[in-house]
């Protein structure tokens, strides 16, 4: 089904009207169950067709509860732009506790090293074959960032982080899963941690693309 839906993005990716996407998609649901689908029958349908909006976003959350993040977020901004603060408070409140609880989880797990640590991560001819071996083997994964973490106290071997980014067409996917797939048996010529690009802040993304090595999945 992932398959078909991404075929199907890029079979529609220059329709350029509402009504043809509308369409598009209308057909598409009805042959394919897909969580992300109905989720972007729901971002067209917004404007126009609110109740029907709303109960293809249902349906997305129905297929996949990962739905609701994002969901959350395209009617926050559909309530506030209309003046309608008070249906958007649930789904600020819920992207608030969602945030507090990532933040969290990030500070407990204490996996991210800070931005001054990172470096340039001049990998070896064989890690960067086993590198990108991996990212082909898998179609959920847009990019890979290798970056070289520097620690004084032990410099050698080399100590990476390694920071999957989910395929566009893989909304809902969770990180882990990605994840955990990656980094088994993974061998390099040194230590490694891997993390969500989603885990990342802000700061922590500029500063892996700025001193990261990029490799591009399929």
């Known amino acids: 089904m992932d398959q078909a839906w991404e075929h199907f993005q890029l079979e529609h990716r220059s329709e350029t009207t509402p009504a043809a996407r509308i369409e598009a998609l209308r057909n598409f649901v009805g042959r394919y169950d897909h969580a992300a689908a109905w989720f972007h029958l729901g971002v067209e349908l917004l404007q126009a067709d609110e109740k029907a909006a ?9 297929l996949d509860g990962d739905a609701k993040l994002p969901v959350a977020g395209v009617l926050v901004q559909h309530f506030m732009q209309s003046g ?33 640590m990172l470096d340039s991560p001049q990998p070896t001819t064989e890690t960067l074959r086993t590198l990108e071996a991996r990212v082909r083997e898998d179609r959920g994964i847009h990019a890979v960032w290798l970056v070289r ?16 980014e989910r395929h566009w067409t893989r909304l809902f996917r969770g990180d882990q899963s990605l994840i955990d797939k990656f980094g088994k048996d993974l061998e390099l010529d040194g230590t490694w941690i891997l993390v969500g690009y989603s885990q990342l802040s802000y700061a922590q993304r500029s500063a892996v693309k700025r001193h990261g090595l990029r490799l591009v999945g399929r």
């Open 84 to 116: 309608r603060r008070e249906e958007a408070a649930p789904y600020v409140r819920f992207l608030e506790e969602h945030d507090r609880i990532s933040e969290r989880n990030i500070r407990e797990r204490s996996i991210v090293p800070p931005n001054k």
């Open 54 to 62: 709303m109960s293809a976003f249902a349906k997305a959350e129905s």
């Open 149 to 164: 973490v520097r620690i004084e106290v032990r410099p050698e071997p080399p100590h990476y982080l390694i920071v999957i």
